[in-house]
């Protein structure tokens, strides 16, 4: 016991509360509709990102180990612009309200899902006409419990909660996949890069499109959140330790490229062993039926377990989602603004406010959704304003002596953010004209 409390106090830390985070919702579904349409071929996309993740990760991580009292935005309106930092702040809170209630709806409905309750656009046996009202209690007991962790204490405990979190969802993923690695050779072979051919759906005039299925893979890990966010929790959790760069950067590998990594495979593997055999795996298109079918996983006589465990394991994905989600946000109003950001016992106005940032999304998510139109301009310009500019600001930021001290970028690492940039600039451009076509409606 004294050997397994060692080695989780080593792997804990905010790269293991952002590994956690990473494997939200959002990306679960992605990964989980690609084994059930592709089965085990873009395997090697999931491998892809993490040394992208990696080095994203560690490197926003040291600007705020190196400015452990300025925070991010704080760098970005001295180094860059102001305008730049309230850009990104304008388009950040909003588009993560958005996240923050669509991790809450995933969270509630997973868990009703373990009691049998599911949302009326499930199939008519399924569905529950009160759904909405036992949707809300929900939602508020999980605000409930979130607020307590986040304001009972400081952001170790939160980082604590976080790391145990990762390692129950890594578990989850893992049984629910263990069984596909009966059929380890098709495995092996899906860890050589290739692009499958695009899926007809039957009876439809559509088919699953296998380039962005693989855009999906590789852009989840392009969230600005975990570049900007970094820095703040970084300098949370050393606050009155001395800064080691290499233990840092070790811890990183270990969550974010083992674990991370492992979960995703996992993931992928439970689709491509469960959902691909079946006669209509085409016709999967979301993650609740994905995962309410996901039979297969488990053997004759214990197939219950595998939706159990899946829901069990998404209910975590959107937990820890939303918990970074709304701590991120309480460090970018409070540090934009002028406020002491710190997330430590006695600062009251962080409390304050991230229990606003928890209630907010609690309530409003099963009662009302994002108009269409504003929810894909905010999206649009995430994907077309905010990533490129936070890659840009990290590379930036990373490289100036005035920050980083004799601790600058090396060739290695400002080559993978230039390829992040290069790759979000794509993403951009590719885009673009579907957010000038919403502006102009």
Not at 61 to 86: D, Q, T, Y
Not at 218 to 246: F, H, I, K, T
């Amino acid at each position: 016991m004294r050997n397994f409390s060692g080695q989780f106090k080593r792997i804990a830390g905010p790269a293991a509360v952002m590994a956690a985070a990473s494997i939200g919702a959002g990306s679960a579904s992605s990964l989980i509709l690609s084994g059930a349409w592709f089965r085990y071929e873009l395997l090697w996309a999931a491998l892809l990102v993490v040394p992208l993740l990696v080095i994203t990760v560690d490197s926003a991580s040291r600007i705020g180990l190196l400015n452990k009292n300025k925070g991010m935005f704080s760098l970005i309106c001295e180094h860059l612009h102001p305008g730049v930092a309230w850009l990104l702040l304008a388009i950040n809170i909003p588009v993560h309200l958005l996240i923050s209630m669509g991790q809450m709806s995933v969270m509630t409905s997973a868990a009703l899902s373990l009691f049998e309750i599911y949302p009326p656009d499930t199939a008519a046996e399924f569905a529950d006409s009160n759904y909405q009202t036992v949707e809300l209690v929900a939602s508020l007991v999980f605000a409930a419990g979130i607020v307590w962790l986040l304001t009972s204490e400081g952001y170790q405990r939160m980082q604590r909660f976080m790391t145990a979190f990762l390692l129950l969802m890594f578990t989850c993923f893992l049984v629910v996949a263990v069984r596909g690695f009966i059929e380890l050779p098709a495995i092996l072979s899906g860890l050589a890069p290739g692009v499958p051919a695009d899926l007809p759906v039957p009876g439809q005039d559509m088919v699953r499109s296998s380039g962005i299925v693989i855009m999906g893979i590789v852009g989840s890990v392009l969230a600005p959140a975990a570049m900007l966010g970094m820095p703040y929790m970084s300098a949370d959790n050393r606050q009155n330790e001395a800064v080691d760069l290499r233990h840092e950067f070790r811890n990183s590998i270990i969550n974010l490229g083992f674990i991370h990594g492992a979960c995703s495979l996992c993931i992928i593997i439970a689709g491509g062993f469960a959902l691909y055999p079946l006669a209509n795996h085409a016709e999967i298109d979301s993650v609740h039926e994905a995962g309410r079918i996901l039979l297969r996983a488990f053997p004759q006589g214990m197939e219950f377990l595998g939706p159990v465990i899946f829901s069990a394991g998404m209910v975590i994905a959107a937990l820890t989602t939303f918990i970074v989600t709304v701590e991120i946000i309480t460090y970018f109003i409070l540090d934009m603004f002028g406020y002491a950001w710190h997330h430590t016992r006695d600062n009251l106005r962080f409390k304050r406010t991230v229990a606003v940032c928890i209630i907010l999304p609690a309530v409003l998510a099963p009662l009302w959704t994002f108009p269409a139109l504003f929810k894909l301009l905010l999206l649009m310009g995430i994907n077309a304003i905010v990533v490129p500019l936070v890659y840009l600001a990290v590379l930036i930021l990373i490289n100036k002596k005035s920050v980083m001290g004799e601790h600058t970028g090396g060739i290695a690492r400002n080559l993978t953010l230039l390829a992040a940039l290069i790759f979000s600039l794509t993403i951009s451009v590719i885009k673009m004209p579907d957010f000038v076509r919403a502006l102009l409606g």
